[in-house]
Nanobody, 124 residues
């Protein structure tokens, strides 16, 4: 079972940028679809961005389209989330998720492994 762990969160002003990283434990990382979710206080965990196992297709939540970019480096078993033009409403704990298989899904239950999360706080 793959294990994942996030890094790169922090405090940033509105309009700023951050890059989150997610390191995976397995050499078969390339066979996993990867995604980022986030959870704000008092809200449910929501899909942010996903990347197919083959790296041929990405998917984004409407709220982050044009501002966030997901990418992966299979040689380093790492997936990234580049976040730009950050807004206070982007404040949340961001989670990396992995699922063995090709497709991206938006629902939490589809994913096999989760990281502990990393806090992103955007000040106004």
């Amino acid at each position: 079972q793959v294990q994942v762990a996030e890094s790169g969160g922090g405090l940033v002003q509105a309009g700023g940028s951050l890059r989150l990283s997610c390191a995976a434990s397995e050499s078969t990382f390339a066979t996993y679809a990867m995604a980022w979710f986030r959870q704000a206080p008092g809200k449910e965990r929501e899909f942010v961005a996903g990347l197919e196992a083959t790296d041929s297709n990405t998917n984004y939540a409407d709220a982050v389209k044009g501002r966030f970019t997901i990418s992966r480096d299979n040689a380093r078993n790492t997936v990234f989330l580049r976040m730009s033009s950050l807004r206070p409403e982007d404040t949340a704990i961001y989670y990396c998720a992995a699922r063995r298989g090709y497709q991206i899904f938006h629902n939490v239950a589809a994913y096999d492994a989760w990281g502990p999360g990393t806090q992103v706080t955007v000040s106004s």
